[in-house]
Every structure is written in structure tokens, then in C-alpha cells.
């Protein structure tokens, strides 16, 4: 069996025994969560997401770019605005964007930055990276108003640290 009859047979239970018909698009926690798109770092099982729970946006390095941002703004435009949100930055331990410091010119336009500001986006540190990415939502009209946290995963571990609370705790 190959990999794409593998999935389509695991879809197929899924249907038959997970799938829930009428799930709301914004999520039952009215919560989005950016993240990684490293396998190992899947929200849903990092943090027991159930479907219909909530959206996730995955980047490389589960970074807040400009991409990132544009995405928020179409969701929010085909009316995935519930009102107040819950919006998690999920970053994680030994993540592959720190191999990409000898490529300054790629990370400079993944960031769409000048690569003199590249130290800004603390790539070698996921507790900074973290509260940088949650500092520019915060900044953002499209989002300031929303409670915005970031979490750090030890992919070692499998924890989740708070390195940036709510400001509504």
C-alpha cells in the first residue's frame, strides 16, 4: 500500500467514526493558532484540539510574516470574525528556521525585510521569536484587540511553556 491508499483508508474511518457534520469555520473556542508547519508540532494533538475547535494558520518556523497577516485578513473578509478571538503563537524548540541564519537573503524575504533588520526577528531563540511574533500582533489592527499568547513546544519533552500570557489574565 502507498502512502496516498494509506491516507485515503485512515479518511475513510475517519469518516465513518470521527466526522461531524456542521462545524462552525471560526471554531467552537473562537481561537486561531499560528504554527509550524514541522510535523512534529501538529496543534491538534499538542493541544488536544478536537475538530471544529479551532483555526490554524501553519508557516515556516510558525513565524508571524507578512503572509501570516494577509491570511488573518481573508479570513476575517469571508466572515471568520466571531468578535473577540483567542489567538496563539505556537513556536517550538529545534526548529529548522534557525538553519536558515547562513541564508540571510531567504529569511529576509520570507520576512519581506531589509536583511539589516534580521536580528529584530530573533531567529535562533523560539522565547524571543515568540514574543516578537505576539508584539506585532498586538501592533496590528486586525488583531489588537484580541487575546494573544505565545507558547513555546519542547519537542523533546512534548510541553508547552506560556512565554507570552494573555494580556486578560
Given at each position: 500500500?502507498?502512502?496516498?491508499?494509506?491516507?485515503?483508508?485512515?479518511?475513510?474511518?475517519?469518516?465513518?467514526?470521527?466526522?461531524?457534520?456542521?462545524?462552525?469555520?471560526?471554531?467552537?473556542?473562537?481561537?486561531?493558532?499560528?504554527s509550524c508547519v514541522d510535523a512534529r508540532?501538529?496543534?491538534a494533538h499538542i493541544l488536544g484540539l478536537?475538530?471544529?475547535?479551532?483555526?490554524?494558520?501553519?508557516?515556516?518556523?510558525?513565524?508571524?510574516?507578512?503572509?501570516?497577516?494577509?491570511?488573518?485578513?481573508?479570513?476575517?473578509?469571508?466572515?471568520?470574525?466571531?468578535?473577540?478571538?483567542t489567538l496563539i503563537v505556537l513556536h517550538?524548540?529545534?526548529?529548522?528556521?534557525?538553519?536558515?541564519?547562513?541564508?540571510?537573503?531567504?529569511?529576509?524575504?520570507?520576512?519581506?525585510?531589509?536583511?539589516?533588520?534580521?536580528?529584530?526577528?530573533?531567529?535562533?531563540?523560539?522565547?524571543?521569536?515568540?514574543?516578537?511574533?505576539?508584539?506585532?500582533?498586538?501592533?496590528?489592527?486586525?488583531?489588537?484587540?484580541?487575546?494573544?499568547?505565545?507558547?513555546?513546544?519542547?519537542?523533546?519533552?512534548?510541553?508547552?511553556?506560556?512565554?507570552?500570557?494573555?494580556?486578560?489574565?
Amino acid at each position: 500500500m502507498n502512502t496516498l491508499e494509506m491516507l485515503e483508508k485512515r479518511n475513510q474511518e475517519f469518516a465513518v467514526h470521527q466526522f461531524t457534520a456542521g462545524l462552525p469555520p471560526v471554531g467552537t473556542l473562537k481561537t486561531m493558532i499560528i504554527s509550524c508547519v514541522d510535523a512534529r508540532v501538529d496543534p491538534a494533538h499538542i493541544l488536544g484540539l478536537e475538530p471544529g475547535d479551532a483555526m490554524v494558520i501553519r508557516s515556516i518556523g510558525g513565524r508571524v510574516t507578512p503572509a501570516t497577516l494577509q491570511t488573518i485578513s481573508m479570513l476575517l473578509s469571508i466572515g471568520a470574525n466571531p468578535g473577540n478571538m483567542t489567538l496563539i503563537v505556537l513556536h517550538h524548540t529545534q526548529c529548522g528556521i534557525t538553519r536558515m541564519v547562513g541564508k540571510p537573503d531567504t529569511l529576509a524575504d520570507y520576512f519581506q525585510i531589509d536583511t539589516a533588520e534580521l536580528a529584530t526577528k530573533a531567529i535562533l531563540d523560539p522565547r524571543a521569536a515568540v514574543a516578537v511574533d505576539v508584539a506585532v500582533l498586538k501592533t496590528n489592527p486586525l488583531t489588537s484587540e484580541w487575546d494573544i499568547s505565545g507558547l513555546v513546544y519542547d519537542v523533546n519533552t512534548g510541553l508547552v511553556e506560556t512565554v507570552v500570557a494573555p494580556d486578560s489574565l
